[in-house]
Every structure is written in structure tokens, then in C-alpha cells.
């Protein structure tokens, strides 16, 4: 199979041809200002060196950071209207309660809270209010907004409620983008809430951002159906990941995962990507970065929700280096460093500087940094290491030294010998591992909810089945679908036998990505 992977991030765009698990080019460039001209100068270049094999392209698979930097820079977010139904419950906190004030203001909420919701074990806490639904639903479409969350309480164990409210909505406002928290997030009310909410306000910028790459792609004359990669490792129809941009906020990192254990053959370790402006070290298990099961923070915003668990560092290829006080970040010069850094003839001293003074790599004019003193050089590449050193630790679950896997176009910073680890593994294309696992992934699906009323074998082949739906629903092909990871936990103190289950399948993708299952 033929695929093209692409991952843009802060400083560099990288994109890979593979043909089956052969890496035919690649090709890293700077991240340009739009995006997009850097997208598709990566296509161009792919496609002009190798039309014979473009032309049977099967897929293209897309890493991008549109989504989370909209929240990180406030902008380019919809206004968005929220529905909580928990009343007389959580009446004192509010919607968006513990939101950063400037990303409050750059939704600009409507926020309703009406009686309904259920109990933990599974009782309906009060009668849903519809009036007060239809009611909402026509402020709502008086103020021009179509974008809205629904929140209700303990919705992953009834989803009731969630389901009737969209339908009054609908019935209201029948361009309606909803968002319904029980398809995302996880028990715990505010943090499902504000994944539900961020989602809602980020869905017309994923419409856009797809019939971007559409365009991108077309006018370089690739007509393959394209996919966008996803936090757990794995890729959507752009369509699909379009409704739910919430999915790839941490796709770059998990991208450089999945491409680190392919180029060295481990299902299991640690794995540092060193990129031009951070650095993000997770976990390997069986192949796929490790999920987070605690709060995850999303441009200041707490979030519960399918996030891999992963330790970033302001420590990339051009993080900014003081000179007089030698403190190293968290500031980079990004995808300028080939006009700031020393050794492109810049006057920014950068950590790259310092690995080109050290001999650790050749990159740029190795003379401008000659004169750099040698007793600097090597404290700051001792910081640096101390720097990798810490978040190693601090992602290791056990004293053991660890295996890493060092990877991204920053990796010349990871040295061969660190405190606590055992081997360093260096791979071939390391430079563009996060395009690669962009290239080879596979499609999930995933289900985190409260059953009860079944026993722990139907509870579970129930589970599979929605997840297994899901997966052919982003994409997957049905025959290839496999169960990589699952979990249940009995709920002691709720009645028929309840317990919380998570199952989350892959599959290849799929021959027919136009189809659908509802």
C-alpha cells in the first residue's frame, strides 16, 4: 500500500512516501506562516521526485497542530453555547468555571443549566426539562451561535438526556453543530464538559482546515482519500476527525511514537521526539503510546478525555539560549532557525549552535560558531542533558533503567549516555518519524462507559462492538479490526452488577472510506 504521511509542526513540516513499510523519500521543511504552502511544497516535492509511485497513491495521512494552537492562541474559536442539564446539582459552578479568562472571552458562551441528569447509579436525578431546553434553543439561535455543547450528569452511564436535548435543539436550530459529552469525555462532570465545549468551538475551524488540505492536495493533482492522525496513535477520515478536532490535539507526539517503534522494532520503552521547538517523551506499550488516565491540561483548560500520557519540554533544536545568564528556554526561534541561529548566520545563540560547536552534528556553517568557548559549550550541553535526564525520570515507572528510543530532527541533543537509562536507540529517519507514523497508521475506535444490567462477558462484547462501529465509522476496514486494549472495573456501590469498561480496537484502512455506519 502507497501513503503519503505528513506531520506539521511548530518549526519543521515533514513528509514521508512509503510504499508497504519501505520509506521511498522524504523530505523535511520549514513550517511556513499559512501552513499550507509548507504542506503542499512537501507534496510537490514528493510527487516531482517520484510520479510513478505517486500515481497509485493509497492514502494520505495528515499530523497537524491547527486545533491545539487555536486554543493556545485564542483564536480562530467559535462563540459556543452551553447546555448543562444537572439541575439542582453543580448550580454554583457554572459552565466554563475554571477557564482562563481570555479563552472564556474568546468563545464568548451563552451558558444554560436546566433540571435532569441522572444519579451515579443510574436513576434519573429529575425529570428532564424540556421547556427549558426549547427555551434555551431559541436564545440560542436568536444570538446567531451553532455551535453548542450538552453536558449531563453522569451521561457515560446515561445518555439519555444528552440524546433528547439534541433532538429539541435540532428541532430548533437545525444547523446545529452538537456536541454531546458522553462521545468524549469521561466520568467527571467539568472536565467532560470542557473537552465537550472546546470540541464545539473548534468543529468550523476542522471543516475548514479540511477543505484546506483538500484543496492542497488537489493541486498537486492527489485525488487519494486522506485521513487525520489522532491523539491515541492511529488516524480518521478527515471528515470524521473534522467533527471531533478535539482527537488530534496531541497527534505530533504520539505520531513520533508509533513511528519510533516501527524504525526500531519495539512494541515497549520510552521515547524521547526532540523537535525545533519542544520535546515530548512518552511511553510504548504494545506498540501504541500509553494513554493518561488523570486530567490532562489543554491550553489551561482541564480535560479528562483519550489523551496519551506524555512529558513535554521547552527543549527543541531551537530552543533560545541566554547568553549572560545561560538559562536555555523556554523561548525558541522555531521554524525561523535557519535565519536566527548562529550557524545559519543569525545572532541567536540556540541549542543547535551549541550541538554544531560540540561536534555533535553538522548542520549549517560549523565556523560561525567556533568562537564559541569551549567551558560554555560544554555547561550548556550538560543542562541540556540534565534537562532530558529530568523528564526521562520523570516518565520511567520504575527505578529499572529504561530502554528510549531517541527520535525527531532535534534527537542529535539526546547523548548515547544518560542517568537511568540502559540503551539509547538510534533509528534511520529518525529526522521524520512523525510523518512516518503518520504514514502507517491504522484506525481506532474507542468506548469508555458505565454498563450495567450485564454480565461482565456482555458488558464487554457490547463494548467491543461499539468500538469495533466506531472504528469502521473513522474509516477502518471490518475484517482487519482487533481488540488492543482493555479494561473493566466493577462499581461497587451501584446496583446490577455496573461496571465502567473501555475497550479501544485498530484496524487497517479501510478499501470503501466513503462508507459509513450509523
Known amino acids: 500500500m502507497k501513503r503519503i504521511g505528513i506531520d506539521v509542526g511548530g518549526t519543521n513540516t515533514d513528509a514521508v512516501l512509503i510504499d508497504s513499510s519501505t520509506v521511498i523519500a522524504s523530505v523535511k521543511s520549514p513550517t511556513t506562516a499559512d501552513v499550507m504552502s509548507g504542506v ?8 516531482k521526485s517520484h510520479p510513478e509511485v505517486v500515481k497509485g497513491l493509497d492514502a494520505v495521512m495528515i499530523g497537524t497542530t491547527h486545533f491545539t494552537n487555536a486554543v493556545v492562541e485564542r483564536a480562530r474559536l467559535d462563540r459556543v453555547a452551553a447546555i448543562r442539564i444537572a439541575l439542582p446539582a453543580s448550580a454554583s459552578l457554572p459552565p466554563m468555571v475554571d477557564w482562563p479568562a481570555d479563552l472564556r472571552e474568546a468563545v464568548n458562551p451563552m451558558r444554560f443549566m436546566v433540571e435532569g441528569g441522572h444519579e451515579y447509579d443510574g436513576r434519573p436525578l429529575v425529570p428532564l426539562d424540556r421547556k427549558a431546553i426549547r427555551e434555551a434553543a431559541m436564545q440560542i439561535r436568536d444570538a446567531g451561535i451553532t455551535a453548542i455543547g450538552i453536558t449531563a450528569l ?3 452511564l446515561a445518555a439519555e438526556c444528552e440524546l433528547e436535548a439534541a433532538e ?9 453543530r452538537i456536541t454531546l459529552s458522553h462521545r468524549l469525555g469521561r466520568i467527571g462532570l467539568l472536565e467532560r464538559e470542557n473537552v465537550t465545549l472546546l470540541n464545539a468551538s473548534l468543529q468550523s475551524l476542522g471543516a475548514r482546515t479540511v477543505d484546506a488540505f483538500r484543496e492542497a492536495l488537489a493541486s498537486v493533482g492527489i485525488k487519494a482519500p486522506f485521513y487525520i492522525t489522532q491523539n491515541d496513535g492511529t488516524v480518521a477520515l478527515a ?8 482527537y488530534s490535539f496531541a497527534s505530533g507526539p504520539t505520531n513520533s511514537m508509533r513511528g519510533a517503534a516501527f524504525l526500531s522494532g519495539r512494541a515497549n520503552g520510552l521515547v524521547i521526539d526532540v523537535g525545533g521547538t519542544t520535546s515530548d517523551i512518552g511511553f510504548l506499550v504494545n506498540g501504541f503510546p500509553r494513554e493518561a488516565n488523570n486530567i490532562v491540561e489543554v491550553g489551561g483548560v482541564r480535560t479528562l478525555f483519550r489523551m496519551p500520557d506524555l512529558y513535554p519540554m521547552a527543549l527543541g533544536g531551537g530552543t533560545i539560549i541566554d547568553p549572560v545568564t545561560g538559562k536555555i528556554g523556554p523561548r525558541s526561534v522555531g521554524f525561523r532557525i535557519t535565519q536566527k541561529a548562529l550557524v545559519f548566520g543569525g545572532n541567536t545563540l540556540t541549542t543547535t549552535d551549541i550541538a554544531v560547536a560540540a561536534g555533535l552534528v553538522e548542520i549549517g ?19 541540556i542533558h540534565a534537562m532530558i535526564e529530568d523528564g526521562i525520570d520523570r516518565m520511567k515507572t520504575s527505578a529499572e533503567d529504561a530502554t528510549v528510543i531517541a527520535v525527531g530532527g532535534g534527537a542529535f541533543l539526546v547523548p548515547d549516555r544518560l542517568e537511568g537509562v540502559s540503551e539509547v536507540i ?12 503518520a504514514a502507517m497508521a491504522q484506525v481506532s475506535g474507542e468506548v469508555d462507559q458505565v454498563f450495567s444490567g450485564l454480565s461482565r462477558e456482555a458488558a464487554l462484547a457490547e463494548a467491543e462492538k461499539i468500538a469495533a462501529s466506531r472504528a469502521v465509522e473513522a474509516g477502518a476496514d471490518p475484517a482487519t479490526i482487533n481488540v488492543v486494549d482493555t479494561e473493566d472495573i466493577p462499581i461497587a456501590y451501584l446496583p446490577g452488577d455496573a461496571r465502567r ?3 479501544r480496537v485498530v484496524g487497517a484502512i479501510g478499501s470503501e472510506p466513503s462508507r459509513r455506519v450509523e
Not at 503542499?40 to 510527487?47: D, K, Q
Request: without cysteine.
Open 40 to 47: 503542499v511544497n512537501s507534496i510537490e516535492y514528493l510527487v
Open 154 to 156: 453522569f451521561s457515560p
Open 168 to 176: 429539541i435543539v435540532t428541532s430548533v436550530i437545525q444547523d446545529a
Open 239 to 246: 471528515e470524521v476527525a473534522a467533527t471531533n478536532p478535539v
Open 365 to 383: 556553517d560549523p565556523d560561525r560558531v567556533r568562537h564559541l568557548d569551549r567551558d560554555m559549550v560544554a555547561r550548556h550541553l550538560a543542562g
Open 426 to 437: 538510534r533509528v534511520p529517519h529518525a529526522g521524520v518519524a512523525n510523518a512516518l507514523g
Open 501 to 503: 469498561v473501555r475497550v
